[in-house]
Nanobody, 121 residues
């Protein structure tokens, strides 16, 4: 049984910073891609940033230069450092990971429960 547990959300003023963390636990053989998505009320879930096991990253244009994704492979943990936050960054942020349970299995898609980030103007 695999779990992704997020932490670090909260309320912050515009221009402030937050750091999100997401730890994967359970019977895990390996994790390829880890990432963060977000979903605001009435909107579709959208990509924020992803990072592979070799540290290749992808960012949404809206967060480039402000957010930084990183990971600790030894701890199966991914982080999202969010600086210069804007009110439009307000969303529920979801952790996502592509996880192999055994050497021979395909990678499965796993999601955290979400953490609320609210940026006040």
């Amino acid at each position: 049984h695999v779990q992704l547990v997020e932490s670090g959300g909260g309320l912050v003023q515009a221009g402030g910073s937050l750091r999100l963390s997401c730890a994967a636990s359970g019977s895990i053989f390996s994790i390829n891609r880890m990432g963060w998505y977000r979903q605001a009320p009435g909107k579709q879930r959208e990509l924020v940033a992803t990072i592979t096991s070799s540290a290749s990253t992808i960012y949404a244009d809206s967060v480039k230069g402000r957010f930084t994704i990183s990971r600790d492979n030894g701890k199966n943990t991914v982080y999202l450092q969010m600086n210069s936050l804007k009110p439009e960054d307000t969303s529920v942020y979801y952790c996502n990971a592509e996880i192999k349970l055994t050497r021979w299995s395909y990678g499965g898609d796993y999601w955290g429960q979400g953490t609320q980030v609210t940026v006040s103007s």
